[in-house]
Nanobody
Framework: HVQLVESGGGSVQAGGSLKLSCTVSSSAYSGTSNRCMGWFRQAPGREREGVARIDDSGSVTNYTDSVKGRFTTSKDDAKNALYLQMNSLKVEDTAMYYC????????????????WGQGTQVTV
């Protein structure tokens, strides 16, 4: 069983920055190869969308077009942690943000990710 916990959300003015964190339970995460970590968001009345993902090596990242150049995802395996640095935030970035994980970074479809955190709210 994999447990993920997000933190770092809050309210910020347009143009500001926030850094989200996601910690993953080590008992289920450690020793698993080819693990893909992703960030997703869901605004009221809208479908959940993929924002960013990072592969197991940490060297391959992908972003949805609307956040390219503004958001950066990274991870610290020693801490079993995933991060999302969000800069130049816009009103349209307002949403509940979730981290999730699956084997292999072959898709950004939320339906393909089996383990999810509870989410952290970002309001711009």
């Amino acid at each position: 069983h994999v447990q993920l916990v997000e933190s770092g959300g809050g309210s910020v003015q347009a143009g500001g920055s926030l850094k989200l964190s996601c910690t993953v339970s080590s008992s289920a995460y450690s020793g698993t190869s080819n693990r893909c970590m992703g960030w997703f968001r869901q605004a009221p009345g809208r479908e959940r969308e993929g924002v960013a993902r990072i592969d197991d090596s940490g060297s391959v990242t992908n972003y949805t077009d609307s956040v390219k150049g503004r958001f950066t995802t990274s991870k610290d395996d020693a801490k079993n942690a995933l991060y999302l640095q969000m800069n130049s935030l816009k009103v349209e970035d307002t949403a509940m943000y979730y981290c999730a994980t699956r084997r292999y970074c072959t898709t950004m479809s939320p339906a393909a990710f089996g383990y999810w955190g509870q989410g952290t709210q970002v309001t711009v």
